[in-house]
């Protein structure tokens, strides 16, 4: 009778748990139940793991390429209508993102486009997009609203993030951004706006389309105490939050995230030592977007030796947004991560697998090659992991398996 167990051999893993430097297992084997996997380790502990779990049905040699887990991208807007090629042309001549945001344009450009577009424009994009990143490696993806701001439109873009999640094999995370600007409806009435989404939110969740909640805490958007609202409403649904703070002002975006034990508090450019005390209190993960910082043309860094030495776990997204970072590539944030913020490439590694797992509250089923772990992971034609970050513009991966199936990669 068939086991249904999957082995791969003779890989050089890059597990990434904790303990030692990328979890490192110079020749090493997975084996793979169903989505999950059942044993990782030394192929010298081979014999005693098949001892106990039975011969594999099938057996695959990966001849010494490098295996991570599968990719995972923490912070993605992938679902909108248009793009934002003109307002980068402008920003070009010398307007800033907060001018255009003030005078309509911005967001509220992309609010048009998205809710003008149709139900199947939207999934295409949106499938389009999250295939270039499955392209590399990436196996998790969180997908926020945010581009809709009414009931209807804001569900027609998380339904067409959950139908990503049904399309390809990739595990998807929805998260309500109705947070994220005022509708131009609103306009004058952002309290009667934000208690227009916290009516919303519990409409979105009985129909199965919110993972999480998020806001836009800014001075061109919505205020601690606006947001602290929508977090109410959310923890009153048992949903988790996570914020979009400190990104262009310190507004105490991230002590407010923390007061609410926000998965996340995102950006993080102008965040301060408080902010920092409260994120370590919370077990909050610093969410780093340096697509958003180089595209926008930051100065300002986040405070990374200062979340570092306090024990911060820092993930990195790509943000993916027609605004701010519209990149495709987690492979470029890797590089980004590094030589911006200065990250080191395994801190790196760890930002789009063990901490952006946690970003996602997924910390105890993705993001490292565990037992028990889903089996989503990616081979690399690498010497070594710290290639992923070294080289930009490149993607060497080789292949992909997500919940123990290898998936085609078309190139
Ligand atoms: O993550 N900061 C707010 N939201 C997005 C940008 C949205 C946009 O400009 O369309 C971000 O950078
Ligand atoms: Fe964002």
Known sequence: ????????????????????????????????????????????????ALA?????????????QVVTPGLIDAHTHLVYGGHRAREFELRLQGASYEEIARAGGGIRST????????????????????????????????IKSGYGLSLDHEARCLRAARRV????????RTTSLAAHALPPEYEGRADDYIDAVCSWLPQWHAEGLVDAVD?????????????????????????????????????????????????????LEFLGADGIAAMVASGTVAMLLPGAYYFLRETTLPPIAALRAAGVPMAIATD????????????LMLNMACTLFRLAPEEALAG????????LGLGASHGQLRAGFRADFALWDVDHPN?????????????????????????
Request: proline share 5%; aromatic share 6%.
């Open 165 to 172: 999640g049904e399309a390809l094999p990739m595990t998807v």
């Open 352 to 359: 789009v697998t063990r901490h952006a797992a946690q970003a």
């Open 215 to 267: 806001g836009f805490c800014e001075r061109i958007a919505f205020s601690p105490a606006q947001i602290e609202r929508v977090f109410q409403a959310a923890r009153a649904l048992g949903l988790p939050v996570k914020l979009h703070a400190e990104q262009l002002s310190d507004s105490g975006g991230a002590a407010l995230a923390a007061r609410h034990e926000a998965l996340s508090a995102d950006h």
């Open 52 to 64: 106990r779990f039975g011969t594999p049905a099938e057996e695959q040699d990966l001849q010494g």
């Open 1 to 48: 009778m068939s086991t249904g167990l999957q082995l791969w051999r003779h890989g050089r893993l890059a597990t990434m748990t904790s303990g030692v430097p990328w979890g490192w297992v110079d020749d090493g084997a997975l084996l793979c139940r169903g989505d999950t996997l059942a044993w990782v380790g030394p192929e010298a502990e081979l014999p005693a």
């Open 111 to 142: 609010v048009a486009a998205t809710r003008a577009a149709s139900d199947a424009d939207l999934l295409a994009g949106a499938l389009a997009r999250a295939h270039a990143l499955l392209g590399e490696g990436v196996t998790t993806i969180e």
């Open 320 to 331: 993916h947004n027609p605004g701010t970072s519209p990149t495709l590539s987690l492979l």
């Open 387 to 411: 290639e992923l970050a070294y080289r930009f513009g490149h993607n060497p991966c080789h292949g992909v398996v997500s919940g123990g199936q290898a998936v085609t990669l078309a190139r």
